[in-house]
């Protein structure tokens, strides 16, 4: 079964502070992504990573960063954290394969509230 | 316009009912569709993929219709489990990025 694990379910954090949300799938994919969802928007791109230290924007990149040193692991960082940014933050990975059969594997989900 | 549009509902259905929903997109060059589903505060799971041809699993059928640009999802004889928010996605070309739509509320009720 693949597994995507994000460091945490829940997370609080003030105005202005670094943020980092953690996600490390088991499976060996060379795709990882990183989506924000907010009720009436829907799940939105925020950046991906097709290989080990590639990134690419997605949708909304602005105010945020990534990290992927390691082909597990993917961190999302937000540089200083405003209350915009209060979000249900998933992380997503996949392979690369032929697009009939592409699949994408969340992890549970990382809900942030910024105060 | 968004990439991708849903309706979101919420769809109010009894058990046994057939419930369809559509999901239309604005990208010609999108390349694959798919449906995915979520259920309340967890992650989305992929239910199936559109082919061309249209599909069947059990009582789900998925169909895409290139020249409206639209997909649909159809669920026969609907079970309470059912209930759910249906997620329709198709893929963009190059480094195989997905947009989602926002998403359709399903409530199954007795």
């Known amino acids: 079964d693949v597994k995507v694990t994000q460091s945490s379910r829940y997370l609080v954090k003030r105005t202005g502070e670094k943020v980092f949300l953690e996600c490390v799938q088991d499976?060996?994919?060379?795709?990882m992504f990183w989506y924000r969802q907010d009720p009436g928007l829907g799940l939105r791109l925020i950046y991906f990573?097709?290989?080990?230290?590639?990134?690419e924007k997605g949708d909304i990149p602005e105010g945020y960063s990534v990290s992927r040193e390691k082909k597990e692991r993917f961190s999302l960082i937000l540089e200083s954290a405003s209350t915009n940014q209060t979000s249900m933050y998933l992380c997503?990975?996949?392979?690369?394969?032929?697009?009939?059969?592409?699949?994408?594997?969340f992890g549970p989900g990382t809900r942030l509230t910024v105060t | 316009r968004k990439e991708v549009e849903q309706d979101p509902g919420p769809f109010n259905v009894p058990e046994g009912a057939t419930v369809a929903f559509n999901c239309t997109y604005s990208?010609?060059?999108?390349?694959?569709f798919f449906w995915y589903r979520q259920d309340c505060r967890k992650e989305p799971k992929l239910l199936m993929s559109?082919?061309?041809s249209g599909n069947e699993d059990g009582r789900f059928t998925a169909q895409l219709n290139r020249a409206s640009q639209y997909i649909s999802l159809l669920i026969r004889d609907s079970k309470l489990s059912d209930s759910a928010t249906y997620l329709c996605?198709?893929?963009?070309?190059?480094?195989?990025?997905?947009?989602f739509g926002t998403g359709t509320k399903l409530q199954v009720i007795p």
């Open positions: 996605a198709t893929l963009r070309g190059g480094y195989q990025k997905v947009t």
């Open positions: 559109v082919y061309s």
């Open positions: 997503a990975s996949s392979p690369v394969r032929d697009s009939t059969t592409y699949e994408q594997y």
């Open positions: 990573s097709y290989d080990v230290k590639m990134k």
């Open positions: 990208n010609s060059a999108s390349q694959s």
């Open positions: 499976m060996d994919h060379e795709n």
